[in-house]
């Protein structure tokens, strides 16, 4: 058996989401705080996050990837190397992927899909919001008037005492969506 690699994997599974007319925006190697997730997607309605590890990659950092990504996103899918696979220790929830290398080319083939996620955490997914964010949500909300000398903190605490979950998540993905990432190869 040839072993997978990160790469191959996401090349194949990049494809795939970009043949997809329902992500709005595809995002590599998004930054979590404490993890970073190597691909999330966007949707009109859900934050999704999708973790690589290849037959080549290690499992080590597995249990906090799921800490955060459980915190945050609505659906979240492993691609996994297939002599990975029965190693994969996942919530429920959570989609799973097998990709296996078949004479050169990588396949990858649906094990479980992904169910909504119940745990995201207020606190986890405002770690996305810049300030500028903040501010410009809490306009719209009418609960800016004089407040501008507030730092990041205290305008947060003012937007999660004043916002459901559901709002919060709304919110997120309309700001990934217009928001410019730059990558670096």
């Not at 799973?96 to 996620?117: C, Q």
Request: with cysteine; hydrophobic share 35%.
């Amino acid at each position: 058996m040839v072993k997978t690699s990160d790469k191959e994997i996401r090349k194949v599974l990049l494809e795939h989401l970009y043949s997809n007319k329902d992500h709005l925006k595809i995002i590599e190697e998004l930054d979590l705080t404490n993890a970073r997730v190597d691909i999330a997607t966007i949707t009109k309605k859900y934050f999704c996050g999708y973790e690589i590890k290849s037959d080549k990659d290690t499992l080590r950092r597995l249990p906090i990837q799921i800490l955060v990504y459980n915190y945050v996103f609505d659906k979240v899918t492993i691609v996994v190397g297939k002599s990975k696979y029965p190693k994969i220790v996942v919530p429920d929830f959570w989609g799973i992927v097998t990709a296996e290398n078949e004479d050169g080319r990588v396949i990858l083939t649906k094990k479980r899909s992904p169910k909504l996620n119940k745990n995201i955490n207020k606190r986890w997914l405002s770690h996305k919001f810049w300030k500028s964010d903040i501010v410009n949500i809490l306009k719209r909300l009418n609960l800016y008037k004089g407040k501008s000398r507030y730092d990041r903190g205290d305008l947060l605490e003012i937007l999660m005492k004043n916002t459901s979950l559901n709002e919060l998540r709304y919110y997120i993905r309309d700001i990934l969506v217009k928001r410019s990432y730059v990558y670096f190869t």
